[in-house]
């Protein structure tokens, strides 16, 4: 079993994910592969919170961790990534966890026979964090039905929005949308900012993809500041028990003032807390169903 999209799993098999993950949480799931599975961290983009977060969670489930360096591997020689992660299937490792710039990488690895879980593809999806928002949320509500998320930003280039919002809107959440022009997608309405903090539950900001940006920006720093960051006179417009969230990482003072990272309505850090327990789950589901 492969987990590259939240398209391809239902609703329940989203929700069994989730009640998984926070049985991990609670402590009242254990599982222990003694050592006996190999997971193999193939990361071709930076990251910092998938990439450990999966190591710590692999590491808590008993298995054996690889991490990968193309800069120390025969990619430099010019290896395809299909004979690369072919090459891990051969040696030995059960499953893979892969980050790639490249949209819907997975595309060219049908032939590759243990699983693939995706850790972010290009701009389409990055499940997992998907998922550990979803953890989020419902802790704090305890349901997604008639929840209102306000998403803002640079949409255009972020994977993390755009399997957000189709999975968001799946599960009955109202999912809108706000930022610059630039940062719009086309299929996609987009509402006002300061007008729909009021009303919103949660508010989840984006980080300018600056890697993905095709040109420069047009609207400056300081303008996108102004018109799209969250600073804590906007906080204290929101709704009395409704989040803050990020995926992270996130740019201090302009997406976000520095004081309103760690504030009380800010759940950015235990997004972080949960992905672990998100990926100890997909862990466990795709090695269990081999
Ligand atoms: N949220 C997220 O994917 O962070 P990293 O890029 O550090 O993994």
Redesign the pocket.
């Known amino acids: 079993m492969n987990i590259l999209k939240l398209d391809d799993l239902t609703v329940e098999e989203i929700n069994e994910i989730l009640d998984s993950a926070t049985d991990f949480k609670k402590g009242s799931k254990k599982v222990n592969y003694n050592g006996e599975k190999i997971i193999a961290n193939l990361f071709f983009?930076?990251?910092?919170?998938?990439?450990y977060s999966f190591e710590v969670a692999e590491l808590k489930l008993g298995c054996k961790t690889i991490d990968f360096t193309t800069e120390t591997s025969s990619m430099k020689k010019g290896e395809s990534l299909y004979d690369t992660v072919k090459t891990f299937e051969s040696i030995g490792v059960n499953a893979v966890v892969i980050?790639h710039q490249q949209d819907a990488y997975y595309k060219e690895l049908q032939n590759i026979n243990i699983p693939i879980i995706n850790?972010?593809d290009g701009k389409q999806d990055?499940p997992t964090?998907t998922l550990l928002d979803l953890m989020t949320i419902r802790e704090e509500y305890g349901k997604f039905e008639g929840l209102k998320v306000l998403i803002v930003g640079d949409i255009k280039h972020s994977r993390?929005a755009h399997s957000n919002i189709r999975t968001m809107k799946r599960l009955g959440m109202e999912v809108y949308t706000a930022g610059p022009e630039e940062f719009r997608d086309e299929d996609l309405e987009f509402v006002n900012f300061e007008k729909m903090i009021p009303e919103v539950d949660v508010v989840m900001l984006l980080r300018i993809q600056r890697e993905r940006l095709e040109e420069e920006m047009k609207i400056s720093i300081e303008e996108y500041n102004k018109n799209y960051g969250l600073t804590i006179d906007k906080v204290n417009k929101m709704k009395q028990n409704a989040i803050i969230m990020h995926?992270?990482?996130f740019n201090r003072n302009i997406e976000i003032s520095d004081d309103v990272v760690e504030c009380s309505k800010s759940r950015i850090f235990p997004q972080m807390t949960n992905g672990v327990f998100v990926r100890m789950a997909i862990i466990n589901k795709v090695l269990e169903n081999r």
């Open positions: 983009e930076p990251s910092t919170r998938t990439h980050r850790g972010g990055h964090q993390v995926p992270a990482p």
